[in-house]
């Protein structure tokens, strides 16, 4: 089942996470600094977690040409999910 990767730290110990956010829908190019945008967020907790709901550490993410579809908001693929992404909402991945 592949390599396991050994974690560095426990993640449930961060006081923030990071996420990926649109700031604004593309025009021809992906502008670094301006398409997408770097939030902070405060870590979940134990007691933040319902009922079935687990918490997991993404190592890796995939980058694939139907993103390019999500994030203009024109994919052929729209009414099947992941719907698009919404400019200042977190990237799918």
């Known amino acids: 089942m592949g390599n396991q990767v050994k974690r560095k730290h426990n ?3 961060q006081s923030t996470y990071t996420s990926v956010v649109l700031a604004q829908r593309p025009k021809a190019t992906i502008v670094p600094g301006e398409t997408f945008t770097l939030k902070q967020n405060p870590m979940i907790s134990d007691a933040d977690l ?3 709901q687990v918490l997991v550490e993404t190592l890796y993410l ?3 040409p139907a993103m390019r579809g999500w994030l203009n908001g024109t994919s052929p693929f729209l009414s099947t999910p992941p719907s698009p992404i919404e400019p200042s909402h977190v990237t799918n991945g």
């Open 50 to 52: 319902k009922d079935g």
């Open 11 to 13: 993640i449930m110990a």
């Open 62 to 64: 995939s980058l694939d």
